[in-house]
């Protein structure tokens, strides 16, 4: 696949493409697309000091001026989306319709994100004290890192970009090192918006491609203020300590094990339609994607028949064919952990439908499998594992706080879905004593969430909101400001300090 003229579509300088040790694949037929020069760690430094003259130029611009260079982004983007899509679908493997909508998911935080930038409010406070006035303000924080997955080669980045760049923040980022094409577009894309506006300064955005010592290097800096990192729970677990070494801040989205509650009085066509998306869409290859079917007793048969139905004719293949609802994982060791797993239950005593490996013409060398519906008498520790593949573990419950407290009897805490008719147990799965989740959705699937809303996790999942709400204010740092407009100096708490 000859992806030079879909790069220089979106406007990427070719001189170093093609020129480099990183080996980019494609998981479409397994052909390699390019290769490209990793960063050295001399790199990493200059970026850092280039970002930090940015920062000193951006912070002084307006917010709402901040917000228009981002809405100039959408229109770019908006502007290229089908080549964007397709570079993405080339070099992650997911279906095109899916791509589209990641490229989507970039506008709408744009949009967002512009209309943020005159919305960056702080609180005034009632003082204590007379003729006093206590407010926060909100101020730039500095620079900002970002690590990104394989699976939103650039969505996950377009949350925390236009976030931190409307909060008055440059951005370095360190994309998967299976998917740095799709990251020098987006920023080739932004850089075209950018050069039309006057006032951007140089490096307000930066690529830094390589692997996990490039994303080490940015958690050791002490001049990278926040670092948000997306991934596994163990890059989490290998770049969360060294940022807390030096009490930097992160943000961290790692991995998911997402439930969706089915109960007697559920739809069950909606669950159908719902798990099919959940489970099987990206290839089970979203951090929301459904890992875990819990279902009522009295309806498990008639769902499981269905979900079973469904996982046996879903159409697996080439990702860029219409048609296609399952592209392929990303490459032979997501194949090899799909197969560990399913090995692991079977022996556990799980029975497996499905899950093999499919061959797609025209796409040897790709992986793709057929999505797994696994039947498990218990939740078994590989079904507390996530396995980023299309695996559905399923298993029943009779009485409904059994099910919720399988639905948090797992590490992750990110996603989470119920299935009902009935108020109360909506209501009890979205209350304190429900679901334990970043996300609890009713009568939607775990994945798919809109940017509006915050996105992330509690336990393993790392803590971290990125997209909607307030979700801003980790870009941001916050000053409590006291002011004293009275003439005499009173002290809080009463206190007397006077000679
Ligand atoms: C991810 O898989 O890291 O909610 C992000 C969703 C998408 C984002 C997923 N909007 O499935």
Known sequence: MDVLPLLKSLGVPTGSVGKGVLRVVSPVDGSTLTSLPPASPDNVNRAVVRAQEAFLAWRMVPAPRRGELIRRFGDTLRAHKEPLARLVTLECGKILEEARGEVQEMIDICDFACGLSRQLYGLTMASERPGHRMAETWHPLGVVGVISAFNFPVAVWAWN???????????????????????????????????????APADLSQVLIGGADTGKALAADARVALLSATGSTRMGRA???????????????????????VTASADLDLAAQAILFSAAGTAGQRCTSLRRLLVHTSVAKKLLVRVGAAFGKVPVGNPLKSGTLVGPLIDGAAWDAMAAALARAGKAGGTVE??????????????????????????????????????????TWRHFDDAIAMNNAVPQGLSSAIFTSDVREAETFLSATG?????????????GAEIGGAFGGEKET?????????????????????VNHSRALPLAQGIRFTI
């Open 239 to 261: 770049v969360a300590p060294v940022v807390a070494a030096r009490f930097g801040r992160s943000l961290l989205e790692l991995g998911g094990n997402n439930a969706m509650v």
């Open 435 to 447: 679901s334990d989740c970043g996300i609890a959705n009713v009568n939607i699937g775990t994945s």
């Open 462 to 482: 790392g803590g971290g909101r990125e997209a909607g709400s307030d979700a801003w204010k980790n870009y941001m740092r916050r000053a409590t400001n006291t």
């Open 161 to 199: 970009f236009c976030l931190a760049v409307v909060c008055g923040n440059p951005v370095l980022w360190k994309p998967s090192d299976k998917t740095p094409l799709c990251a020098l577009a987006a920023h080739a894309l932004f850089l075209q918006a950018a050069r039309q506006f006057e006032g």
């Open 354 to 395: 499905h899950g093999g490996r499919v061959r797609v013409p025209g796409c040897s060398g790709g992986f793709y499998a057929r999505p797994a519906l696994v039947k498990m008498p218990a939740q078994h520790d590989v079904v507390h594992t996530e396995t980023f593949a299309p695996i559905l573990y399923a298993m």
